[in-house]
């Protein structure tokens, strides 16, 4: 299984942001935004700066930034399970 994490970061910044201000100030930012860290790199970033929803970053089973995309191939995600009203 990977390692892919969702969780708050162990880093200072963003690379893709660099912290840059934003709307809220970057305690508040640290503690409520989801970030990201590349399976390939180690390096965190901000879902929101990836453009990626939170509901998005959840799914994603191993993560490449998108440095790291380019030699390791893009992101995988977990397959959805489909409900089905019925055993089978």
């Not at 162990?10 to 100030?25: A, E, G, H, I, S």
Request: aromatic fraction near 10%.
């Amino acid at each position: 299984m990977s390692s892919t994490q969702v969780e708050t970061p162990q880093v200072d910044n963003c690379p893709l942001c660099d912290n840059k201000p934003r709307f809220m100030p970057l305690w508040l930012q640290e503690n409520t935004e989801t970030w990201i860290k590349c399976d390939v790199c180690l390096v965190w970033c901000h879902a929101a700066c990836l453009k990626l929803p939170t509901e998005e970053c959840e799914r994603i089973d191993e993560y490449h930034c998108p440095k790291c995309a380019i030699s390791h191939g893009p992101s995988t995600f977990f397959l959805k399970l489909i409900d089905y009203p019925f055993e089978l």
